[in-house]
């Protein structure tokens, strides 16, 4: 009957040559549910116990692979999709960049998930009912001696065979271990809880100490007292106190080109055209149209404002005199203004301006067609037609 | 377990070794001489290719001796003899780097007066980087190293017969003063031989990063050799793969740390984009040379990590065969990148040549022959060491 809560039969050895010896027989005669206790590690274990190789690897690599993908990924998403900084002048995507950050996430995550997969998986945690715990076994194969156990579990387990087998072994000790009634250390302890809360406070005490009060006490506060410009603030250092200077005088922003005319109501000098009329060209040149200049001047250019009055309407622009205006007559009122007509330069860009002045061709031809050009359209028209 | 029948019998090793040896030495050394007379530059850019990496193979192996005595290894104990074999490259050294010394104006611009007086950066570096002192470096630093392996070879050799345990102690002190020796010896021979071939360059990382990739080459022509020696019957049986385990992970940590090395000095200066320093890189950026320089990481890293990474491919033996021929062509490669794109005529981008193939010949010529003068009549196992019970019966 005392095999109904029988754990398994343990043995002492002296040596660790001796216990490898020990796993070795053990393993020959059949046991698989059998353990080796030793106070410090032995090479030759796993393969005198005839161990198959250990699955704890395949944790590291899974968890490994994904440490790396997920930062690779993450940093790609923040760096180069959702919040995409110029740093350094460097791509947005900056491979080499992220890679220390990818190593660390790797091997953080790996040795995160080696540690917890072996406490978890491996060594079934939190175990606190094991019943060789306060054996005096595990006492001593935790000081100096080296020990055998032969659970009861073993499908070859026999009683009166494993105790003749283990005696057969010459051990220093032998001992039978139970399952205990009841359990030995429980979590629900008013002791451990108090010690786990003690600990908990003083954990996160310390944590907000440090980081919201030492931190601006005065030794380590000197950090964020540097002599430097900070931006917004006045500055001692120059005449005017601004802190924030203005660029030396003459700065061009790149790749910005001056438009040296603006500001004189008689231009000397008009500037060529610099695009080719495409219909990419064109169709910019009516998107802007449309939303920059039709209010006033009217979806084709008629100058039949939908303002109703609210603003005086501007002079048609078939008109003989804007027909002949260069193009470069017209940039420069887009950037200047006329007569009542504001600046638009801050809202058009350059290749904005030229595809707006691009467009007024296009109304202007599209209203004052000749007799050749309508043939043209009809011909084109009835190509398109029989294709 | 223990192994107490143990008994060593000196077994010659196969003449053919000698005559492949004789074979790729005579071919190899025609070939060569064909090349100096065809295209001078190209060939003693190679042959300092070729010299880079007999120095990894001899100083690398006397590296290993060291390290051995001075961390009180027992696992590679049996093995000691192969390095111990392998460094007899340095006393040839002295022979090999005379054509380095006569044709040093094709090799290094800092040798022309002319073009240093001109220069304010060579100018500075002067006191330095001049012929005379370059010599008396390269020459002291080949005596030192040919001293410490003549002593450590001796000690070893005799305690086959003597086996006198003061001799092991006498190796750990000698090895523990050559290796801080060799850390700066190595960090100045990659800085004279191969930074200064781009003498306005400089990264302080280059002396560890020769260093890994010498490593690398001396563990792997170690590992290659004791596998096929092992294969030809020489160590059977007293070692087993357990003991095969500790080579692949010594090439596995080796190739983790070329890489970390590598990777740490391009991203610094990536990082920092100064012109001094990104030139140096864009060179190898250049045309053809972009695909050497992404064949090297995939080769030198990508490949070795990914064969070596589980513990079953440490340990086999035609894995291992496989994975140190490769990285010695790795090293090779790497010597290569860093050597070649200094030539004028290929600084633009690579293109094709036989006379690159030539001097690796010559190598193997070269270490065949010296591990076979060397090896001649010697225990391939020191038999008289202290700790060889204990290392051949390693186990994981």
């Known amino acids: 009957m005392h095999n109904k809560n029988l754990y398994g039969i343990t043995a002492l050895f002296d040596s660790p040559d001796k216990i490898i010896s020990v796993a070795k027989k053990t393993a020959e005669a059949g046991y698989t549910r059998f353990d080796i206790n030793s106070p410090y590690p032995v090479h030759g274990f796993d393969k005198a116990m005839n161990l198959k190789p250990s699955k704890l690897g395949f944790i590291t690599l899974v968890f490994g692979l994904t440490g790396s993908i997920v930062a690779l990924l993450f940093m790609f998403w923040t760096m180069s999709i959702d919040y995409p900084m110029i740093i350094g002048g460097k791509p947005f995507f900056a491979l080499p960049a992220f890679i220390p950050i990818t190593f660390e996430v790797t091997v953080l995550l790996a040795s995160l998930a080696t540690v917890i997969g072996m406490i978890v998986f491996f060594f079934k945690f939190p175990e606190n009912r094991h019943p060789l715990h306060n054996t005096n076994y595990i006492k001593q194969v935790s000081k100096d001696k080296f020990g055998l156990v032969i659970e009861a579990s073993d499908k070859n387990f026999e009683y009166q065979k494993v105790k003749d087998f283990i005696i057969s072994l010459n051990p220093i000790e032998v001992e039978e271990i139970y399952y205990q009634e009841k359990e030995l250390l429980s979590i629900i302890e008013p002791k451990f809880l108090t010690l786990l809360l003690a600990v908990a406070l003083v954990t996160s005490g310390t944590t907000y100490f440090v980081l919201n009060e030492l931190l601006y006490m005065v030794p380590f506060s000197w950090m964020s007292e540097q002599l430097r410009l900070n931006p917004q603030n006045s500055c001692e250092l120059f005449a005017d106190g601004f802190g924030m200077r203005m660029p030396v005088k003459g700065t061009v922003a790149r790749g910005f080109m001056p438009y040296l005319q603006k500001g004189n109501s008689n231009p000397t000098e008009l500037l060529e055209n610099p695009y080719l009329i495409t219909e990419e060209n064109i169709k910019l040149g009516k998107s802007k149209y449309l939303t920059f200049c039709s209010p006033c001047h009217g979806n084709y250019g008629d100058g039949d404002s939908r303002l109703r009055g609210q603003f005086p309407n501007p002079p048609t622009l078939h008109s003989k005199r804007a027909q002949e205006f260069k193009d470069g007559m017209i940039y420069h009122i887009i950037v200047n203004g006329q007569n009542s007509m504001p600046s638009y330069a801050s809202y058009l860009n350059n290749e904005e301006r030229w595809a707006v002045v691009n467009f007024i061709r296009v109304l202007q031809k599209a209203k004052n067609a000749s007799d050749s050009d309508l043939q043209f359209v009809k011909k084109e028209n009835n190509k398109n037609a029989s294709n | ?396």
């Open chain 2, 1 to 396: 377990m223990h192994q107490t029948d143990f008994l060593y019998k000196n077994k010659e090793l196969p003449i053919s070794l000698k005559n492949y040896g004789i074979i790729f030495f005579i071919v190899g050394l025609a070939l060569a001489l064909v090349a100096f007379i065809v295209d001078k530059e190209r060939a003693i850019f190679n042959y300092l290719v070729l010299y880079s990496m007999l120095i990894s193979i001899g100083l690398g192996s006397l590296f290993l001796i060291a390290l051995e005595y001075v961390a009180g290894a027992d696992w590679s104990v049996p093995f000691r003899r192969i390095p111990e074999f392998l460094s007899g490259i340095l006393p040839l050294l002295f022979i090999l780097v005379i054509p380095l010394l006569i044709f040093n104006h094709d090799l290094f611009h800092w040798t022309h007066k002319e073009i240093v007086e001109q220069d304010e950066i060579l100018k500075g570096k002067e006191p330095y980087l001049n012929i005379t002192f370059f010599i008396i470096r390269v020459i002291a630093f080949i005596f030192i190293w040919v001293i410490f392996f003549l002593v450590l070879r001796k000690n070893s050799l005799s305690q086959d017969y003597s086996k006198d345990q003061n001799l092991t102690r006498k190796n750990i002190i000698i090895s523990a003063i050559f290796i801080p020796t060799f850390a700066i010896t190595i960090t100045f021979t990659a800085i004279d031989w191969l930074m200064s071939l781009e003498p306005h360059w400089f990264s302080t990382i280059f002396g560890v990063y020769y260093f890994s990739g010498t490593v690398i080459c001396a563990i792997a022509s170690v590992t290659l050799i004791i596998v096929y020696l092992k294969e030809k019957g020489y160590y059977n049986p007293w070692i087993t793969n357990d003991h095969l385990y500790s080579f692949g992970a010594l090439l596995f940590a080796f190739v983790n740390f070329w890489a970390y090395i590598a990777f740490s000095q391009f991203m610094l200066i990536w990082y920092a984009n100064l012109p001094e320093e990104t030139f140096w890189f864009l060179t190898r950026w250049e045309g053809s040379w972009k695909v050497i320089s992404i064949l090297l990481i995939i080769v030198h890293f990508v490949v070795p990590y990914s064969v070596l990474l589980s513990q079953p491919s440490k340990m086999n033996p035609n894995r291992l065969k496989f994975i140190s021929i490769w990285l010695i062509f790795a090293h090779l490669l790497d010597l290569f990148w860093l050597i070649m794109p200094n030539m004028n005529e290929l600084k633009k981008g690579y293109n094709f040549s036989w006379i690159d193939f030539v001097f690796p010949v010559l190598g193997i010529g070269l270490v065949l022959i010296v591990f076979n003068f060397f090896s001649k009549n010697k225990n391939l196992i020191p038999v008289g060491d202290p700790k060889l019970n204990k290392g051949l019966n390693f186990h994981l």
